[in-house]
Structure formats: C-alpha cells, structure tokens
Antibody
C-alpha cells in the first residue's frame, strides 16, 4: 500500500524548533519530488516547501523561507522539515505529499496524488 | 505568485443536486489545474488533474472543465459522501498555490 506517515508535531513555544518527518512506503520514494503543505485551523491549504527527487533542489514559501529546511534521506525513505524560530502563525496541520506527473500531448501535468494524514504543530506560550 | 480564488466559499445543496464550484487564477495557467476533496479531520484526496482528467477511481459524477483563468468542478448528482471541502490548485508555476476552499454542506 502506498503510504505517507508524518510525525514530529507538537506544542512548542514561540521561537522554538521542531523537525517534522514523513515516512514513505509502498513506492519508490527516491523517484519522486515531495512537498509539505500546511493548513491552519479553519483555513485553506497552503504550500510550504518542496524538494526534488535526489535532494539537490529545494524551494520554500516566503512565509517560512530562512526559518525552515526541507531535506530527505532516500535510504530511509523519509522526508523532513526542520522548522526554526517558530511563530504563532505557523500553527497548522502539516501534510507531506507526493508529486506525480501525467504526460498528455507532450504537456507535463503535476499533481499531489498521495498525502499523509498530517501532523499538528501548535506554537503557543 | 499566482493567486487562486474559489467561489462560492460555501454552498448548501441536497442529495441529487447538480453543483458547480468555480476557481479563477490571477493569470493564465492553461490547463494546469488540479482539484482535491477534503473531509473534516482528513487529508486532502486528489480528484482531477489537467483541469478535466479524473484520477483513477474517482466517480464519473465528478467533472472538471476550463482553461486559461476560469475553471469549474461539477458534481452531477450529489451523493451523501460528497459533502466536503473542495480545493483547486494550480500547477503551472511554483509555488503551486491553492484556492481558499469551497465547503459543500447538506441543505
């Protein structure tokens, strides 16, 4: 079964740090780009970060740039998000998602077809 | 960055109704538009890519259309399990931004 399982969330004080993990199984993890997406309570989905298949290229939303680092260990089939200098506005459920591709008429369409159940980060004193 | 706007933000409908949700992009994204369904306390579920191509296993009562800046998700005959929040997402350029979501509720 194709599966993503997040962990590492919790309650942290403003200014603190957390490392989120996402364990992949049931597919060739090293072949896929991976993303983190978050959802604040009662709000919509917000893209956070992405990493390419071998970890050589990363990208971040402006809201976390400079405070977060995405990484992966393909030998362990695990994706990470290190979050530092946490703020109240980082409070959210954090999902990892697999990016897949479909090719139609020589056009490459990207979509997040597998999602974990999420891990909750609460930043509060 | 490309902004995605969904309308309405919420919608009440009955089982058997035909409903349409709209998603608008702040610039042309060709057909690089995805739709997801999310139920309370659950992860999003991928439904549609390339504006109109259904993911394997998605019921045929779901359909998507549009290109450029304007897109729609239509459910032809609502079933009880369809009451959820629907999110659009553009995959034309990074960051792959989402709309704010449309909550579909039972009337």
């Amino acid at each position: 079964e194709v599966q993503l399982v997040e962990s590492g969330g919790g309650l942290v004080q403003p200014g603190g740090s957390l490392r989120l993990s996402c364990a992949a199984s049931g597919f060739t993890f090293s072949s896929y780009w991976m993303h983190w997406v978050r959802q604040a309570p009662g709000k919509g989905l917000v893209w956070v970060s992405r990493i390419d298949s071998d970890g050589s290229s990363t990208s971040y939303a402006d809201s976390v740039k400079g405070r977060s680092t995405i990484s992966r260990d393909n030998a362990k089939n695990t994706l990470y998000l290190q979050m530092n200098s946490l703020r109240a506005e980082d409070t959210a459920v954090y999902y990892c998602a697999r990016l897949s591709t479909a090719v139609t008429h020589n056009n490459y369409y990207y979509y997040m077809d597998v999602w974990g159940k999420g891990t909750t980060v609460t930043v509060s004193s | 960055d490309i902004q995605m706007t969904q309308s309405p933000s919420s919608l009440s409908a009955s089982v058997g109704d035909r409903v349409t949700i709209t998603c608008r992009a702040s610039q042309s994204i060709s057909s690089y538009l995805n739709w997801y369904q999310q139920k309370p306390g659950k992860a999003p579920k991928f439904l549609i890519y390339a504006a109109s191509s259904l993911q394997t296993g998605v019921p045929s009562r779901f359909s998507g259309s549009g290109s450029g800046t304007d897109f729609t998700l239509t459910i032809s005959s609502l079933q009880p399990e369809d009451f959820a929040t629907y999110h659009c997402q553009q995959s034309y350029s990074t960051p792959y931004s989402f709309g704010q979501g449309t909550k579909l509720e039972i009337k």
